[in-house]
């Protein structure tokens, strides 16, 4: 396994229950500020493997994106059952429920 996805997942697996990070911020984090479709690709392919809390990671605005709607409407879910703020119906407040590892 490489540095940048062990870190990566590493990252994801620190995110409290209640809180959402960005993909473009674990990027940063893990030492590549540009490697967000990184995460993105790390997320799609190991979430499983490593029990990864997929549902804390949004973009960097705080939406949820993901193409299969069901799929979003249950990150949604999971996300509201911790706690998450929502300003829209698929937005995160980040302001309120952003995680910031380093404070």
Same mark, same amino acid.
């Given at each position: 396994?490489?540095?940048? $996805?062990? $870190?990566? !997942?590493? *990252? !994801? #697996?620190? *995110?409290?229950k209640g809180r959402v990070m960005s993909y473009g911020q674990i990027? $940063?984090?893990?030492?590549?500020?540009?490697?967000?479709?990184?995460?993105?690709? *790390? @997320? /799609? &392919?190991?979430? %499983?493997?490593?029990?990864?809390?997929? /549902?804390?990671?949004?973009? #960097?605005?705080?939406? !949820?994106? @993901?193409?299969?709607? /069901?799929?979003?409407?249950?990150? =949604?879910? @999971?996300?509201?059952?911790?706690?998450?703020?929502? !300003?829209?119906? %698929?937005?995160?407040?980040?302001?309120? &429920?952003?995680?910031?590892?380093? =404070?």
């Amino acid at each position: 396994m490489q540095p940048f $996805t062990a $870190t990566v !997942i590493k *990252i !994801i #697996k620190e *995110i409290p229950k209640g809180r959402v990070m960005s993909y473009g911020q674990i990027a $940063t984090y893990a030492g590549s500020p540009r490697g967000a479709r990184q995460v993105v690709r *790390i @997320l /799609h &392919s190991m979430s %499983h493997k490593y029990g990864l809390p997929w /549902h804390r990671v949004v973009n #960097k605005v705080g939406e !949820i994106r @993901l193409n299969d709607c /069901h799929q979003a409407d249950m990150q =949604k879910e @999971l996300l509201e059952q911790e706690g998450v703020f929502f !300003i829209q119906a %698929h937005q995160v407040d980040m302001s309120r &429920s952003q995680y910031d590892r380093a =404070k």
